[in-house]
């Protein structure tokens, strides 16, 4: 069974902005906090923001003030709005629970050009 399915992604200039979206299976999406990470080539993944079932959202410092993370419970997908990207957001980008599961998605490319 696949948990978390990851799109929107793509290439984009620096300043630009993407909408990533995660489908996610109802039993984790109604039960778990939801986040987004990221891993640049080389690097570890990283954590950038969650959201809890009631609202209650976190970002990191390299993130916020650009990323906006919200779900849709009708739905059960949770978003990123990204804005203001630059060349470092460039990394493929995942969603999964918070704390994470051992299962993860194909997750989704992002590429910002400089």
């Known amino acids: 069974q696949v948990h978390f399915v990851e799109s929107g992604g793509g290439l984009v200039q620096a300043g630009g902005s993407l909408r990533l979206s995660c489908q996610v299976s109802r039993s984790i999406f109604t039960t778990n906090t939801l986040g987004w990470f990221r891993q640049a080539p080389g690097k570890q993944r990283e954590f950038l923001a969650h959201?809890?079932?009631?609202?209650?959202?976190y970002y990191a410092d390299s993130v916020k003030g650009r990323f906006t993370i919200s779900r849709d419970n009708a739905k059960n997908t949770v978003y990123l709005q990204m804005s203001s990207l630059k060349p470092e957001d460039t990394a493929v980008y995942y969603c999964?629970?918070?704390?994470?599961?051992?299962?993860w998605g194909q997750g989704t490319q992002v590429t910002v050009s400089s």
């Open positions: 999964n629970a918070v704390p994470p599961m051992d299962f």
């Open positions: 959201m809890r079932r009631f609202g209650i959202l």
